[in-house]
């Protein structure tokens, strides 16, 4: 259970830091779309010659296109929700979301399980991302405030509904292609869902021009943060190891506070610390 776990570690780190880049970008469709084109021109190679040895049935191409058609979904919802939230604020609604819903697929449908300090974790964890979301409860707040704390919350937990739907089917798709393979079918999915957007901005050369570099680490990472994820699928239950990757959590919130000198630090950053007390719990007793 070692190396599984390392390799969801090493996946949050990558996932929070392209979210970074992401946030910093001037155009957030456009950015997103160029960090996934790369990786999606260098892989399709990999999945012609794959499904070309090894055909698929019927069923199995509907599941890869299920895929497609949530990634999609998913890059445009993204781009959205970051023109309007703090990295630190809906970044662990996104990713929460998933920490609450995949473990519970993973035993309903899965047959997988959880133990007591397994589920106290997830409510930890969950509890964690509330705070920091921002929503306060019992305060009052200026008329114009809440309604901008709620369009990037509501935006940020359908996001996080993406990611559970396109975790499990992808969980399903593993039986029947590889990892690097399945990854090019979501990544052609994410650049399908953000080309219309990309096409009527036409600023794909002024992105490219001022964040050329982060571009290139973040067409490394993006990829590379769900790869790394998909191996550990491979190696262990999807309940155990999914809420193990919302320490990215952490680490984005961190970097929100520490580079893009967001507020609520002292908050957001003592909240994340009880949440990887969740994560603990989920990991190593769950």
């Not at 409510?123 to 979301?133: D, K, P």
């Not at 490219?208 to 190696?235: D, E, H, V």
């Amino acid at each position: 259970m070692v190396i599984p776990i390392l390799l969801v570690l090493a996946s949050g780190l990558c996932h929070a830091v392209w979210n970074l880049f992401t946030k910093r970008s001037i155009n957030k469709g456009v950015f997103l779309w160029t960090i996934m084109m790369i990786p999606s021109v260098l892989l399709l190679p990999v999945l012609i010659v794959e499904l070309w040895k090894t055909p698929l049935s019927l069923g199995a191409y509907g599941l890869l296109l299920l895929s497609v058609l949530l990634q999609g979904v998913y890059s445009w919802l993204l781009s959205k929700t970051y023109e309007l939230g703090d990295l630190s604020q809906i970044y662990p609604i996104m990713r929460g979301t998933s920490t609450l819903l995949v473990p519970l697929i993973g035993v309903i449908f899965l047959k997988e399980s959880l133990s007591l300090f397994g589920w106290t974790g997830i409510i930890l964890m969950i509890g964690g991302f509330f705070v920091l979301s921002g929503i306060s409860v019992g305060h009052k707040q200026t008329a114009n405030r809440q309604p901008q704390n709620l369009k990037p919350f509501a935006l940020a937990l359908l996001v996080g509904l993406c990611t559970t739907s396109y975790v499990f089917v992808d969980k399903l798709n593993l039986g029947n292609i590889s990892p690097l393979a399945l990854l090019e079918v979501t990544n052609i999915g994410f650049v399908a869902g953000l080309t219309p957007l990309v096409l009527r901005s036409k600023a794909l050369k002024r992105e490219w021009k001022t964040n050329r570099n982060t571009i290139l680490l973040g067409a490394f990472l993006n990829p590379g943060s769900y790869l790394l994820f998909l191996f550990a699928m491979q190696q262990a239950p999807m309940a155990h190891i999914s809420p193990l990757r919302e320490i990215g959590t952490v680490f984005a919130t961190f970097l929100g506070v520490m580079l893009l000198k967001e507020q609520q630090g002292l908050r957001r950053i003592t909240t994340s610390i009880i949440i990887f007390c969740g994560i603990l719990m989920i990991g190593v007793l769950g």
